[in-house]
């Protein structure tokens, strides 16, 4: 299957900082990738669909200008959380849209947050 | 009622049992299945795709989609410990279409 990476793996930071997440996809290149947020034993969260070389879609009580994404290129998307709060602590994952057919998703090994 | 319902267990089978995971759903308009397996603190990853109505096999793994009762299961034979994991179901009404997911079922394999 394709791969897709996060980084950073893990991060702790002071409420009111700023902390970029990187989403790649290694071996194929994402028009289209998406931005999760998940806590502890529950299911995953979409908080944004992000488009290379567009604005980023976001659901439906997602803070646009709190959740910043870019999508500069085909293999790389961020997300930005901006004067992160203990409340944003969580498990944020990305995931790539593979092209060609069925068009799967590929999901990223994720990044823990910890907002003190 | 929620668009794709899964049940939350835990569940919990001695190693070598088969294992049946299952979802329904509400929107007729899905047309795209997945299962995925999620490890603790790790990200999901995809074992199962199926676009229509049938059986799917890969190993020890069968996908079963059924359109017409809006139901699709995963059954896992011959179960190992390393198969402990959350399961999440998940679909989609087009090919670039945003997934939508179940709640996730947790899986414990005993030795």
């Known amino acids: 299957g394709a791969v897709v990476s996060q980084h950073p793996s893990w991060v702790i930071c002071k409420s009111g900082t700023s902390v970029k997440i990187e989403c790649r996809s290694l071996?194929?290149?994402?028009?289209?990738m998406f931005w999760y947020r998940q806590f502890p034993k529950q299911s995953l969260m979409l908080m944004a669909t992000?488009?290379?070389?567009?604005?980023?879609?976001?659901e439906q009580g997602v803070e646009k200008d709190k959740f910043l994404i870019n999508h500069a290129s085909l293999t790389l998307s961020t997300l930005t959380v901006t004067s992160a709060h203990p409340e944003d602590s969580s498990f944020y994952i990305c995931?790539?849209?593979?092209?060609?057919?069925?068009?799967?998703?590929?999901f990223g090994p994720g990044t823990r947050l910890l907002v003190l | 009622q929620k668009e794709v319902e899964q049940d939350p267990g835990p569940l919990s089978v001695p190693e070598g049992a088969i294992v049946s995971l299952n979802c329904t759903y509400s929107?007729?308009?899905?047309?795209?299945f997945m299962w995925y397996r999620q490890y603790s603190r790790k990200g999901p990853e995809l074992l199962m795709y199926t676009y229509s109505s049938g059986n799917k096999e890969d190993g020890r793994f069968t996908a079963q989609v059924d359109k017409s009762s809006k139901y699709i299961s995963l059954f896992i034979r011959d179960s190992q410990p390393s198969d402990s994991a959350t399961y999440l179901c998940a679909m989609k009404v087009g090919a670039n279409s945003k997934l939508t997911f179940g709640k996730g079922i947790t899986l414990s394999v005993r030795p």
């Open positions: 995931s790539a849209l593979s092209p060609g057919g069925q068009e799967t998703q590929y």
């Open positions: 992000s488009n290379e070389g567009s604005k980023a879609t976001y």
């Open positions: 071996d194929f290149q994402a028009t289209t």
């Open positions: 929107n007729s308009a899905f047309q795209y």
